[in-house]
């Protein structure tokens, strides 16, 4: 036999409350506690409703109660389908079902009274209609209920039964749901005649001539033990989690911030030289982040990251001609600041960002692939996502060290009709393990910081944040970056934090002669300069490990450092004079260094070396520069300075850049080689950020004024029942509800000659941009297009 999702087996009345005692409810209610409803409720506000009876139509819909659910965590939503599953708002009686207190099934009930979901007459008819024919699994209400006796023990106890119970399986596969099976024609089960005989199954048959077998609610419930759910309602425990000590976290989400702004400076100079080109579609190429990512030596995910993180930071601009992404005018003054200032613009950018860096590459839903700055990657989920995992991380005690399945489990107890897109957890804690936010899985300092900016501001009103929600899912999307919500000043505690961190710097270098050397710490800041500048990084940790290349002494020649100005820098901090092999790399490297020089017109190259000039003619890498020798020693190319420079470089040549003039550019800062000024900073993805707006006070006490007048004129006119519903969205509403409840409404059209014409009707099905519907009065079924509904009442 197998077991699926069916309708009921026959219909039965939906429980709970109607649209007339959801209104009475809601009109006697304190202005207060209704405007609390419709903070609470933001979907309620816009379009206002006319009426209380309007209001109630709209607050009991499926669509509205749906988006009330997903700001509840998961006992409160148990709560809210066990009053549906047992048709009561009794605490006594849902709280032993549920392995709750009745105080806390007290609590969560009252949750769900002050917004508009459950009352004392029962749940609202959307309500019911969420959770569809089976609540937590179980079926519909037996037709001749069996008497207490006859009920079955729990099925553990058939299970341990001496003799075997006759279909036992049958049970075992319809107890937990789906609560009905079906079996194909001439097919038979084992031991159902007996169950069906006990009054422990129901039969019926489809059409199809398949005969269904179904769970009555009752028998369900004795079979669970009287229990709803299968597992207990509790968050993930934390006791298997690992807690760190405040040095090791400290430590290792300093190194990730410290590494976070050279990655940015590095990123900067970078495009620089080469900004990132705009496609035809949108967004930066596979082409240049592919270039990016080996200049940083990145993955592209992590480069995706970088890219994105210093677009945030509003350190990226488009060039004149919008065809390319390049370091912005604001670019100066970051590079001036110290590290913690530095830091804190990225890490504030990213807390308030839409960006979702993880999806470039993949595709959208046209088929085509994310790119990188594209508007494709930005959700506004995914700022509400990081708010979320920050202000869960701010949870824990001090060090307690998460992974992603961990957060996941706990998000989706605080949210479970809220789903987390795949792979978003874990690529939001990588991004913070990426900023430094936190170290080993921990929250930093920082990180603490900036999630106590995200909590709800002091003085909001106490419904404005419904039960198990917290300030970091209700608060907009650009609330980090927003002058009301000082952002001054959190730059301000961020840098503090950092600060406080950073060990004491070392200005000790020990150099060896493998060309590698240690510095015993953090470098100090001229000490850490000279090294970015002339060495690549082998290890970091407590101590940092750098080995001296022909590469990266180029690198300081190439940003103005002559040879002996080199050395001189590295032997100020060396305690003992530079080994001979350092000092022969560095006057070999120097000695190289220009022996190629390129002229920005598009490009000139000037070769001094008539054997050089043909080497780089005849070299078969530097074909795509499109190379053209015009006289000797004198080379063109269609290509940018910048992309020669990275050419040559890449075939083992030494170039530098001159000017005009002939005289040698010296780019000490990113975008120092460019000739054009720099652009005003530009984000990505602007014009599709969105923000909430909540409504005022004032704003709310005018329309709880309106919904109280609007009730008393529509009694005044003698209206018993409901108000007609006039607008797309309360006609919606009230067709649903009557669809599930399968009441009879009173239709109001519109013909084609313009006539309106009134029809008594039963909903058969709503569906987009039309309803199909039952005419009770001439028997014929008729499809209507939305449009041409002038009005919808109760019949």
């Known amino acids: 036999m197998s077991t699926q999702h069916p309708g009921t087996g026959r219909p039965e009345p939906a429980p709970g409350t109607t649209v007339e005692q959801l209104a009475a409810h809601l009109t006697a209610l304190p202005d207060r506690d209704v405007a609390a409803l419709l903070l609470a409720r933001p979907d309620l506000v816009a379009p206002p409703s006319a009426s209380f009876t309007a209001l109630a139509v709209r607050a009991g819909a499926r669509t509205s109660v749906d988006a009330a659910l997903r700001d509840l965590d998961a006992v409160t939503v148990a709560v809210a389908e066990a009053t549906v599953a047992l048709r009561s708002v009794d605490p006594a009686t849902l709280a032993p079902s549920l392995g709750l207190s009745a105080d806390d099934v007290a609590g969560r009930l009252g949750v769900l009274t002050r917004l508009a979901l459950v009352i004392d007459t029962g749940p609202v008819p959307g309500l019911v209609d969420t959770f569809g024919p089976h609540p937590f699994g179980l079926g519909p209400a037996a037709a001749d209920p069996p008497a207490a006796e006859q009920l079955p023990p729990p099925l553990s106890t058939l299970e341990q039964a001496d003799e075997p119970v006759p279909g036992i399986g049958v049970l075992k596969a319809l107890t937990w749901g789906p609560p009905v099976g079906t079996l194909s024609p001439g097919r038979s089960s084992a031991g159902t005649a007996e169950l069906v005989e006990r009054g422990w199954l129901e039969r019926t048959a489809d059409a199809a001539g398949r005969t269904r077998f179904v769970l009555p609610r009752e028998v369900g419930l004795a079979l669970r033990g009287g229990r709803l759910t299968r597992e207990p309602l509790a968050p993930p425990a934390t006791d298997p989690l690992e807690v760190l000590s405040a040095d090791a976290v400290a ?49 592209r995910a992590v480069a995706a990251s970088v890219i994105e993180l210093a677009a945030g930071a509003e350190l990226l601009g488009l060039d004149e001609s919008g065809a390319a992404w390049v370091p912005a005018d604001t670019v100066p003054a970051w590079l001036d600041a110290e590290l913690p200032e530095q830091w804190a613009a990225l890490a504030a950018a990213w807390a308030g960002s839409a960006r979702t860096p993880w999806l470039v590459g993949t595709r959208a839903d046209d088929g085509a692939l994310r790119p990188v700055l594209g508007a494709d990657v930005e959700a506004a989920w995914a700022g509400r996502l990081r708010r979320r995992i920050l202000a869960l991380l701010d949870s824990l ?19 479970p009709r809220r789903p987390l897109p795949e792979g978003a957890v874990a690529a939001v804690l990588a991004e913070a393990q990426l900023l430094g936010l936190t170290g080993g899985g921990a929250l930093s300092r920082a990180g603490r910081v900036l999630a106590a900016c995200l909590r709800p501001n002091a003085g909001a009103p106490e419904a404005s944040t419904p039960a198990g929600s917290t300030a970091a899912d209700d608060a907009p999307a650009d609330a980090v ?29 020990l150099v060896q002669s493998d060309l590698t050397a240690i510095v015993p710490g953090r470098p100090a800041p001229e000490l850490g300069a000279a090294l970015e500048r002339s060495s690549e990084v ?34 100020r901090f060396s305690p003992t004079p530079l080994p001979s092999a350092l000092t022969v790399l560095i006057a070999d490297a120097a000695r190289r260094h ?23 003619i005849a070299d078969a890498a530097l074909k795509d520069l499109g190379l053209d020798q015009v006289a000797p020693g004198v080379i063109l190319s269609a290509a940018p300075a910048g992309v020669v420079l990275r050419e040559l470089r890449a075939a083992g040549l030494a170039p530098v850049l001159e000017n005009e003039h002939g005289r040698l550019l010296i780019s000490e800062r990113p975008g120092g080689g460019r000739r054009l000024p720099a652009p005003a900073p530009a984000r990505p993805g602007n014009e599709h950020a969105v923000r909430r707006r909540r409504p005022g006070r004032r704003e709310l006490a005018a329309l709880v004024g309106r919904l109280r007048a609007g009730e008393e004129a529509r009694r005044a006119a003698g209206g018993a029942g409901p108000m007609a519903a006039t607008d797309p969205v309360h006609a919606l509403a009230l067709l649903r509800q009557a669809q599930a409840s399968r009441a009879r409404v009173r239709l109001r059209l519109a013909g084609p000659d313009g006539n309106v014409q009134e029809r008594t009707v039963r909903v058969l099905a709503v569906e987009p941009g039309r309803v199909r519907l039952a005419d009770l009065v001439r028997e014929t079924e008729l499809t209507v297009a939305v449009h041409r509904i002038v009005s919808v009442e109760a019949g």
């Open 594 to 616: 220009g022996a190629v020089r390129v002229r920005e017109v598009a490009s000139v190259l000037r070769v001094a070396d008539p054997a050089v000039a043909a080497g780089i």
């Open 538 to 571: 082998e290890s970091r940790g407590g101590a940092l490990t750098v080995r001296f290349t022909p590469q990266s002494v180029r690198r300081a020649l190439d940003s103005g450092w002559s040879a002996t100005e080199l050395t001189q820098a590295l032997s």
């Open 251 to 299: 430590s290792e989400s300093v190194s990730h911030a410290e590494e976070m702004v050279r990655l940015t400076r590095e990123l900067l100079t970078e495009w620089g030289r080469e900004g990132g080109q705009i496609l035809r579609t949108g967004g930066v190429g596979v082409r240049a982040l592919d270039r990016t990512a080996a200049a940083l030596g990145l993955e």
């Open 481 to 509: 970056g927003h002058p009301d919500n000082h952002y001054g000043t959190l730059l301000a505690a961020l840098e503090q934090a950092l600060a406080a961190d950073l060990p004491a710097p070392v200005d000790l270098l």
């Open 397 to 415: 005690p001090a060090g307690t060290s998460v992974d992603a399945d961990w957060v996941h489990a706990a998000l989706t107890f605080a949210r």
